[in-house]
């Protein structure tokens, strides 16, 4: 469990960008933040993986006595992966956590076979990432740190340097984590992305200003313009043919209607 109490933070001394937070994000569950650019959804993700040192408040992350106790270990995907590759090679770039954490080389290589493998790159073991694919590149930065085994993995807008053939098996490959005892939290500002999420928040101006199921959270298109977002897709249309709120917010919620 993550406990967030009172968070605040600002970047210059009395220009805050996150406001007295509170929040709790369970293990299991699959959390998508949307918020407009400037809304301090990115900023929330750095507190809470410690590059960012609350100005206010407190962020507790710890296993529950049923699973141990303990610190959890929390990853962070970065919204451009050519921002976290360090290493000149596939194979030393996903080794690069586990060294740090002081694996046992056996160990070491057995794990990064199985993520290589996993995430499709082992043809690629021994390339210089910078000559991926931009979508080899975000599953190179995954794989990095789902070899470390984390208990939550948090994602900075990770479709964005993405076409839209990449954006689903992304999709799909955030989805497995929960297999592996990850939980994913995904920051984006498509709300169409979120709609497989078992809880959506949104973040307008540094504030947590809702949290609910992704279905009804993104069926009124007036509460969500207020915040600088829009519906998804079928949302739009629905509002586009009259249809009062809630509007379906699915292709085939929208058939039905």
């Not at 208990?151 to 340097?161: A, N």
Request: hydrophobic fraction near 40%; include cysteine; proline fraction near 8%.
């Amino acid at each position: 469990m993550i406990e967030i109490r009172g968070l605040s933070f600002a970047y210059q001394p009395g220009q805050p960008v996150l406001h007295e937070i509170d929040l709790d994000l369970r293990p299991g569950e699959r959390v998508s933040i949307l918020g407009p650019n400037g809304s301090g959804k990115s900023t929330l993700l750095k507190c809470i993986s410690g590059l960012l040192k609350p100005t206010a408040g407190s962020i507790l992350a710890r296993r529950t006595d049923e699973d141990g106790g303990g610190p959890l270990r929390i990853g962070l995907v970065f919204q451009n992966p050519d921002d976290q590759i360090v290493s000149p090679v596939v194979e030393s770039e996903v080794a690069f956590g586990l060294e740090n954490l002081g694996v046992p080389h056996p160990e070491m290589v057995m794990r990064v076979d199985a993520v290589l493998e996993r995430f499709n790159l082992t043809q690629y073991r021994q390339q210089d990432p910078h000559l991926l694919s931009g979508g080899e590149r975000q599953r190179l930065a995954i794989a990095s740190i789902v070899v470390t085994r984390p208990d939550f993995l948090l994602f900075d807008e990770p479709f964005s340097f993405l076409d839209p053939a990449f954006r689903g098996e992304l999709d799909a490959l955030i989805a497995s984590l929960n297999d592996d005892g990850i939980t994913p939290i995904v920051v984006g500002q498509d709300p169409d992305e979120a709609l497989d999420a078992d809880r959506l928040l949104i973040c307008s101006q540094g504030r947590i200003e809702h949290d609910s199921r992704p279905e009804d959270a993104l069926a009124h298109p007036e509460r969500l313009r207020a915040y600088g977002l829009a519906s998804t897709t079928a949302g739009r249309l629905a509002e586009a043919l009259r249809i009062q709120s809630p509007v379906p917010v699915t292709p085939a919620a929208l058939i039905e209607t």
